[in-house]
């Protein structure tokens, strides 16, 4: 049986931690929707042209797992 791991930098938000997130989230959120700002929400993984495009594909940034 094969089990999933995360890809490395990332995790699993889950309860109980996540309500607290949640909270945390809807504090900051709420007086900027009653600001008139609306809700972004960007990709979690963009491909490596990215980022090979923007700083050289020797940078740190491309180079390291």
Do not use: C, H, W
């Not at 938000?13 to 909270?23: E, K, V």
Request: no cysteine; glycine share 10%; net charge negative.
């Amino acid at each position: 049986m094969s089990t999933f791991q995360a890809p490395k930098g990332t995790y699993d938000l889950t309860p109980p931690r996540s309500a607290t997130f949640l909270a945390v989230r809807e504090a900051i959120s709420a007086p900027l929707r009653d600001s008139g700002y609306g809700y972004i929400e960007t990709p979690g993984f963009e491909n490596v042209e990215l980022f090979a495009r923007g700083v050289g594909e020797s940078t740190d940034i491309v180079t390291k797992e």
